[in-house]
């Protein structure tokens, strides 16, 4: 199957606090998304593996993904090592992208910078008929990096109004990670502690320079191109 949009994280919810509204736009409009999680969080304070994929799952489903898979790479353990770089790279040769997000390179996670690093070299990697030639390079997708904690240089901006009720739908899927019911065998993090809240804020303010109520802001390396002929023309 060919994906027109592959979307890598860390952790399953990494995709989704960053660029949830995104997906759902282009699902939405017929694009085909599928959504790719390099370990299953197993390090994660709250939450077990089982349930995380239960609820990276439904939050697929809530978005309209084609797939989501999950490459069991170690969780605080994606370095840059030959065997990950494969298995990143086959996931992208697998489903011939036409556009690969990934987490944006500087974030208080280290899994999420590793990440980052890793699919970049992976998106490379995915275009040299020379690499793993038992599965075809396949021509270079577009690149661009999505905010999970840090905000960066904001390269792009995709309104989300509309698909902002189903951003919090998605999100509200990670029970284990965002709630905190009294009882539960869970500690306080960082998520527990008005996270959607903080998203919510943040994807207000991504809208701010544009007038845009909910935005989600993505980076790139390489200069966005654009025909100036149909701007001219307005
Ligand atoms: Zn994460």
């Not at 999680?37 to 197993?42: G, I, S």
């Not at 905000?151 to 905190?180: H, M, N």
């Not at 790139?220 to 001219?232: E, H, I, Q, S």
Request: proline share 6%.
């Amino acid at each position: 199957m060919k994906l027109d949009i592959l979307v890598f994280g860390a952790h399953a919810d990494d995709a989704e606090i960053g660029m949830a509204g995104t997906i759902a736009k282009h699902t939405a409009a017929g694009f085909k998304v599928g959504m790719c999680d390099l370990t299953r969080a197993e390090m994660s304070s709250n939450g077990t593996v089982e349930l995380r994929e239960q609820e990276a799952q439904q939050a697929a489903a809530v978005l309209g993904a084609e797939v989501r898979s999950n490459l069991g790479l170690p969780d605080r353990g994606l370095y840059i090592t030959e065997g990950h770089l494969a298995a990143v790279t086959a996931e992208i040769r697998r489903y011939a992208p036409s556009m690969v997000f990934a987490p944006y390179w500087e974030d208080r996670h280290p899994d999420h910078i590793a990440c980052s690093k890793l699919v970049e070299e992976a998106v490379f990697n995915a275009k040299l008929r020379k690499y793993m030639p038992d599965k075809p390079a396949i021509p270079e997708p577009g690149l661009y990096f999505y905010f999970i904690n840090d905000l960066g240089r904001t390269d792009l901006i995709v309104d989300v109004t509309a698909q902002y009720p189903l951003k919090e739908q998605a999100l509200s899927c990670y029970r284990s990670q965002f709630g905190l019911a009294p009882g539960e065998d869970a500690v306080a993090t960082p998520l527990t502690e008005g996270y959607i809240e903080r998203v919510r804020s943040r994807d207000m303010l991504l809208g701010q320079r544009r007038l845009i109520p909910y935005a989600e802001g993505f980076a790139g390396k390489v200069p966005y191109t654009v025909d100036l002929f149909d701007a001219a023309r307005k």
